[in-house]
Protein backbone atom coordinates (compact mmCIF):
# COMPACT_ATOMS: atom_id res chain seq x y z
CA UNK A 1 0.00 0.00 0.00
CA UNK A 2 1.09 3.83 -0.29
CA UNK A 3 3.39 5.29 2.29
CA UNK A 4 4.99 8.50 3.41
CA UNK A 5 8.29 8.54 4.43
CA UNK A 6 8.96 11.87 6.65
CA UNK A 7 12.33 12.96 7.86
CA UNK A 8 13.59 13.93 10.07
CA UNK A 9 11.64 11.95 12.81
CA UNK A 10 12.70 14.72 16.24
CA UNK A 11 14.19 18.22 15.50
CA UNK A 12 16.08 20.48 18.49
CA UNK A 13 16.83 23.69 17.78
CA UNK A 14 16.88 26.90 19.54
CA UNK A 15 14.00 29.71 19.16
CA UNK A 16 14.74 32.14 15.91
CA UNK A 17 16.12 29.43 13.72
CA UNK A 18 14.37 28.05 10.59
CA UNK A 19 12.77 24.35 10.48
CA UNK A 20 12.55 22.02 7.35
CA UNK A 21 10.93 18.35 6.97
CA UNK A 22 9.93 16.82 4.58
CA UNK A 23 7.77 13.92 3.28
CA UNK A 24 8.44 11.28 0.15
CA UNK A 25 5.86 8.53 -1.28
CA UNK A 26 6.89 5.63 -3.02
CA UNK A 27 2.97 6.51 -4.94
CA UNK A 28 1.60 9.45 -6.45
CA UNK A 29 -0.63 12.00 -4.36
CA UNK A 30 -3.47 14.66 -6.16
CA UNK A 31 -3.01 16.49 -2.89
CA UNK A 32 -0.43 17.42 0.12
CA UNK A 33 -1.74 18.28 3.50
CA UNK A 34 0.62 19.49 6.61
CA UNK A 35 -0.82 19.24 10.10
CA UNK A 36 -0.18 20.36 13.23
CA UNK A 37 -0.46 18.13 16.62
CA UNK A 38 0.17 19.07 20.38
CA UNK A 39 -0.49 17.15 23.29
CA UNK A 40 -4.40 16.13 24.03
CA UNK A 41 -5.33 17.80 20.79
CA UNK A 42 -6.35 16.78 17.39
CA UNK A 43 -4.50 17.53 13.70
CA UNK A 44 -4.96 20.86 13.08
CA UNK A 45 -4.09 21.63 9.34
CA UNK A 46 -1.64 24.25 8.38
CA UNK A 47 -1.15 24.20 4.61
CA UNK A 48 -3.02 22.14 1.84
CA UNK A 49 -1.78 21.93 -1.55
CA UNK A 50 -3.36 20.62 -4.61
CA UNK A 51 -1.36 21.22 -7.13
CA UNK A 52 2.04 19.87 -8.45
CA UNK A 53 4.85 22.58 -7.87
CA UNK A 54 2.37 25.21 -5.79
CA UNK A 55 4.24 26.58 -3.24
CA UNK A 56 2.11 28.34 -0.28
CA UNK A 57 2.38 30.13 2.76
CA UNK A 58 0.67 30.52 6.03
CA UNK A 59 2.46 33.22 8.06
CA UNK A 60 5.74 31.74 8.94
CA UNK A 61 5.22 28.35 7.24
CA UNK A 62 6.13 27.95 3.54
CA UNK A 63 5.06 24.19 1.67
CA UNK A 64 5.40 23.23 -1.58
CA UNK A 65 4.51 19.67 -3.59
CA UNK A 66 6.75 18.24 -5.36
CA UNK A 67 6.97 18.05 -9.05
CA UNK A 68 6.92 14.84 -9.55
CA UNK A 69 3.73 14.51 -7.22
CA UNK A 70 5.57 12.08 -4.65
CA UNK A 71 7.05 14.62 -2.23
CA UNK A 72 6.57 17.86 -0.18
CA UNK A 73 8.17 19.97 2.53
CA UNK A 74 7.42 22.13 5.14
CA UNK A 75 9.83 25.17 6.04
CA UNK A 76 8.75 27.04 9.13
CA UNK A 77 11.08 29.92 9.53
CA UNK A 78 12.05 31.91 12.80
CA UNK A 79 10.83 29.40 14.93
CA UNK A 80 9.20 30.34 18.54
CA UNK A 81 8.26 28.24 21.73
CA UNK A 82 4.94 27.99 20.56
CA UNK A 83 5.73 25.96 17.20
CA UNK A 84 6.34 23.28 19.38
CA UNK A 85 4.42 20.07 18.51
CA UNK A 86 4.41 17.03 15.96
CA UNK A 87 4.32 17.91 12.17
CA UNK A 88 2.49 15.51 9.94
CA UNK A 89 2.58 15.15 6.28
CA UNK A 90 -0.96 13.97 4.46
CA UNK A 91 -1.13 12.34 1.00
CA UNK A 92 -4.26 12.23 -0.79
CA UNK A 93 -4.48 10.05 -4.07
CA UNK A 94 -6.85 10.48 -6.88
CA UNK A 95 -10.61 9.82 -6.57
CA UNK A 96 -12.03 7.02 -7.03
CA UNK A 97 -12.02 3.39 -5.80
CA UNK A 98 -11.96 2.32 -2.07
CA UNK A 99 -9.38 5.02 -1.47
CA UNK A 100 -11.85 7.23 -2.28
CA UNK A 101 -11.15 10.62 0.42
CA UNK A 102 -8.68 8.67 2.43
CA UNK A 103 -5.61 10.33 4.03
CA UNK A 104 -2.40 8.59 3.88
CA UNK A 105 0.06 10.24 7.06
CA UNK A 106 3.50 10.39 7.39
CA UNK A 107 5.50 8.77 10.97
CA UNK A 108 5.36 12.71 11.80
CA UNK A 109 8.31 14.89 12.86
CA UNK A 110 8.90 15.77 16.37
CA UNK A 111 9.65 19.89 17.02
CA UNK A 112 11.31 20.77 20.27
CA UNK A 113 12.19 24.61 20.52
CA UNK A 114 14.59 25.94 22.78
CA UNK A 115 13.92 29.53 24.49
CA UNK B 1 -11.77 24.53 18.03
CA UNK B 2 -12.25 22.65 14.39
CA UNK B 3 -16.10 21.94 14.82
CA UNK B 4 -15.99 18.07 15.36
CA UNK B 5 -16.96 17.06 18.66
CA UNK B 6 -16.25 13.86 19.70
CA UNK B 7 -17.59 12.02 22.99
CA UNK B 8 -16.52 10.55 25.21
CA UNK B 9 -13.27 11.77 25.57
CA UNK B 10 -11.54 9.16 27.16
CA UNK B 11 -12.49 5.61 27.92
CA UNK B 12 -10.94 2.54 29.79
CA UNK B 13 -12.72 -0.44 29.66
CA UNK B 14 -11.67 -4.47 29.40
CA UNK B 15 -10.36 -6.98 26.89
CA UNK B 16 -13.61 -8.17 25.80
CA UNK B 17 -16.01 -5.56 26.01
CA UNK B 18 -17.47 -3.59 23.29
CA UNK B 19 -17.53 0.72 23.27
CA UNK B 20 -18.77 3.04 21.06
CA UNK B 21 -17.27 6.35 20.02
CA UNK B 22 -19.20 9.06 18.86
CA UNK B 23 -18.30 11.54 16.29
CA UNK B 24 -20.47 15.27 15.23
CA UNK B 25 -18.75 16.68 11.83
CA UNK B 26 -18.89 20.25 11.57
CA UNK B 27 -21.99 22.11 10.65
CA UNK B 28 -22.48 21.42 7.01
CA UNK B 29 -20.05 18.39 6.02
CA UNK B 30 -21.25 15.52 4.87
CA UNK B 31 -18.34 13.41 4.87
CA UNK B 32 -17.32 11.74 8.13
CA UNK B 33 -13.95 10.04 8.49
CA UNK B 34 -12.17 7.70 11.35
CA UNK B 35 -8.21 7.29 11.95
CA UNK B 36 -7.01 5.36 14.65
CA UNK B 37 -3.45 6.70 16.25
CA UNK B 38 -1.24 4.45 18.33
CA UNK B 39 2.39 4.47 18.90
CA UNK B 40 3.40 1.89 16.72
CA UNK B 41 1.31 2.61 13.81
CA UNK B 42 1.02 6.23 13.56
CA UNK B 43 -2.26 7.78 11.96
CA UNK B 44 -4.03 5.11 9.76
CA UNK B 45 -7.44 5.80 8.02
CA UNK B 46 -9.88 3.03 8.88
CA UNK B 47 -12.85 4.10 7.51
CA UNK B 48 -14.93 7.05 5.48
CA UNK B 49 -19.08 7.78 5.32
CA UNK B 50 -20.20 10.41 2.52
CA UNK B 51 -23.97 11.02 3.51
CA UNK B 52 -24.92 8.29 5.70
CA UNK B 53 -23.17 5.59 3.05
CA UNK B 54 -20.33 4.26 3.14
CA UNK B 55 -17.46 5.81 0.71
CA UNK B 56 -13.74 4.15 1.30
CA UNK B 57 -12.47 1.37 3.46
CA UNK B 58 -8.82 1.42 5.05
CA UNK B 59 -6.84 -1.29 7.52
CA UNK B 60 -10.40 -1.77 9.53
CA UNK B 61 -10.57 -4.83 11.65
CA UNK B 62 -13.82 -6.90 10.99
CA UNK B 63 -14.05 -6.46 14.92
CA UNK B 64 -14.86 -2.72 14.33
CA UNK B 65 -17.79 -1.28 12.57
CA UNK B 66 -18.98 2.09 11.59
CA UNK B 67 -22.63 4.14 10.75
CA UNK B 68 -23.51 7.25 9.82
CA UNK B 69 -26.71 8.70 10.88
CA UNK B 70 -29.56 10.76 8.80
CA UNK B 71 -28.57 13.48 10.86
CA UNK B 72 -24.76 12.95 9.69
CA UNK B 73 -23.11 12.50 13.07
CA UNK B 74 -20.90 8.62 13.04
CA UNK B 75 -20.15 6.59 15.77
CA UNK B 76 -17.71 3.90 15.47
CA UNK B 77 -18.43 0.50 17.56
CA UNK B 78 -15.33 -1.63 18.42
CA UNK B 79 -15.98 -4.81 19.89
CA UNK B 80 -14.16 -7.98 21.28
CA UNK B 81 -11.43 -5.42 22.34
CA UNK B 82 -8.07 -6.78 22.84
CA UNK B 83 -4.82 -5.13 25.03
CA UNK B 84 -3.69 -3.80 21.59
CA UNK B 85 -6.69 -1.20 20.65
CA UNK B 86 -5.29 1.15 23.42
CA UNK B 87 -5.68 3.89 20.79
CA UNK B 88 -6.09 7.75 19.66
CA UNK B 89 -9.71 7.55 17.74
CA UNK B 90 -10.06 10.71 15.47
CA UNK B 91 -12.79 11.58 13.81
CA UNK B 92 -12.79 14.12 10.92
CA UNK B 93 -15.18 15.48 8.25
CA UNK B 94 -15.06 17.59 5.30
CA UNK B 95 -17.42 19.17 3.09
CA UNK B 96 -16.96 16.70 -0.18
CA UNK B 97 -15.24 13.81 0.13
CA UNK B 98 -12.23 15.49 -1.42
CA UNK B 99 -12.14 18.36 0.64
CA UNK B 100 -9.81 19.37 3.58
CA UNK B 101 -10.77 17.10 6.85
CA UNK B 102 -10.75 18.88 9.85
CA UNK B 103 -10.03 16.27 12.96
CA UNK B 104 -11.84 16.86 16.83
CA UNK B 105 -10.02 16.36 19.17
CA UNK B 106 -9.91 12.07 19.72
CA UNK B 107 -11.35 9.67 21.96
CA UNK B 108 -8.53 7.79 24.26
CA UNK B 109 -9.29 4.07 24.99
CA UNK B 110 -7.53 2.25 27.18
CA UNK B 111 -7.72 -1.26 27.22
CA UNK B 112 -7.16 -2.94 30.18
Known amino acids: GQQLNQSPQSMFIQEGEDVSMNCTSS?????WLWYKQEPGEGPVLLIA?????ELTSNGRLTAQFGITRKDSFLNISASIPSDVGIYFCAGRANAGGTSYGKLTFGQGTILTVHP | DSGVTQTPKHLITATGQRVTLRCSPR?????VYWYQQSLDQGLQFLIQYYNGEERAKGNILERFSAQQFPDLHSELNLSSLELGDSALYFC???????????FGPGTRLLVL
Open chain 2, 27 to 31: SGDLS
Open chain 2, 92 to 102: ASSVQSQETQY
Open chain 1, 27 to 31: SIFNT
Open chain 1, 49 to 53: LYKAG
